[in-house]
């Protein structure tokens, strides 16, 4: 199986920058997409951005374009996400996740435990 370790969470201000990171281990854990997602209390989890391991295919949700970033290393074998810009609306609970290229969690079998971003106003 595939396991997620994920890593970079914290409280920032509005404004602030953070890096989230996802190291990947296990068999065949290259072969799978990349996904990243977040779930805010009381509501659903939404696909925040997604990458293949090569970085041939990306994908950033409209309302991080511009903000966000997603790439991946494979020397490190961690995927990461650059959040700038952040807004209080982007608090939520992050998570990493191996799957297909999909946008829907369902496609997603492997989940990391995730890491809290807050964001104050």
């Known amino acids: 199986q595939v396991q997620l370790v994920e890593s970079g969470g914290g409280l920032v201000q509005d404004g602030d920058s953070l890096r989230l990171s996802c190291a990947a281990s296990g068999r065949n854990f290259s072969d799978y997409v990349m996904g990243w997602f977040r779930q805010a209390p009381g509501k659903e989890r939404e696909m925040v951005a997604r990458?293949?391991?090569?970085?041939?295919?990306?994908y950033l949700a409209g309302y991080v374009k511009g903000r966000f970033a997603v790439s991946s290393d494979n020397v490190k074998n961690t995927v990461y996400l650059q959040m700038n810009s952040l807004k209080p609306e982007d608090t939520a609970h992050y998570y990493c996740?191996?799957?297909?290229?999909?946008?829907?969690?369902?496609?997603?079998?492997?989940w990391g435990q995730g890491t809290q971003v807050t964001v104050s106003s």
């Open positions: 990458t293949t391991w090569s970085g041939d295919r990306t």
């Open positions: 996740a191996a799957g297909i290229w999909s946008g829907r969690p369902s496609s997603y079998s492997y």
